[in-house]
């Protein structure tokens, strides 16, 4: 079974702290994205990766970074994080067919 | 830029009534389109999908056809049971590599015994 993994479901973190999330794909997928799911917005992309060390900025980047320096494996980084960045995050990678394939999610909560 | 609308939710109905959930799309070129669903507590999984028109996934009772004229992908069930209760998102991707996913925003169904 192809399996996408994120490292933690559930995250409380303080404001102003640095925040990892990390992802890993067993599938050797070129392609893995970060979104982020809110209520009534469903969801929205915030970083995309094609391959190995590129990074593409989706429709919200803004407070986010990433890092993906092994292909099975995406980083989304909250470099400074703050209350607005509540919500649940999901992580995906894509391969033949364009069929993407989820984690299970990590719901951060920022205090 | 490419886009996907679907219905508001949420969405109320009784064991075995008939479901449909409209999901249209915009698009410049010839996108793939999936239906995907969220269960509560869990990350999306992938019902079906459509790479070209008139084209029909099919997937657990679940079908939905790839309509090139009306821009449609709309998602029919016949029966729904308690257990089809979850949000479901319709998306597109392009064909090219290294594209991502756009969603809609999702439609929440209840279905109650």
């Known amino acids: 079974d192809v399996k996408v993994t994120q490292s933690s479901r559930y995250l409380v973190k303080r404001t102003g702290e640095k925040v990892f999330l990390e992802c890993v794909q067993d599938?050797?997928?070129?392609?893995m994205f970060w979104y982020r799911q809110d209520p009534g917005l469903g969801l929205r992309l915030i970083y995309f990766?094609?391959?190995?060390?590129?990074?593409e900025k989706g429709d919200i980047p803004e407070g986010y970074s990433v890092s993906r320096e092994k292909k099975e494996r995406f980083s989304l980084i909250l470099e400074s994080a703050s209350t607005n960045q509540t919500s649940m995050y999901l992580c995906?990678?894509?391969?033949?067919?364009?069929?993407?394939?989820f984690g299970q999610g990590t719901r951060l909560t920022v205090v | 830029g490419d886009s996907v609308t679907q219905m508001e939710g949420p969405v109320t109905l009784s064991e075995e009534a008939f479901l449909t959930i409209n999901c249209t799309y915009t698009a410049t070129g010839y996108p793939s389109l999936f239906w995907y669903v969220q269960y509560p507590g869990e990350g999306l999984q992938l019902l079906l999908k459509a790479t070209k028109a008139d084209d029909k996934g099919s997937n657990k009772g679940f079908e939905a056809t790839y309509r090139k004229e009306t821009t449609s992908f709309h998602l029919e069930k016949g029966s729904v049971q308690v257990s089809d209760s979850a949000v479901y998102f319709c998306a597109l991707s392009d064909q090219a590599e290294g594209t991502a996913l756009i969603f809609g925003k999702g439609t929440t169904l209840s279905v109650s015994s």
């Open positions: 995906a990678s894509k391969g033949v067919l364009n069929l993407a394939f």
């Open positions: 990766s094609y391959d190995v060390k590129m990074k």
């Open positions: 599938m050797d997928h070129e392609n």
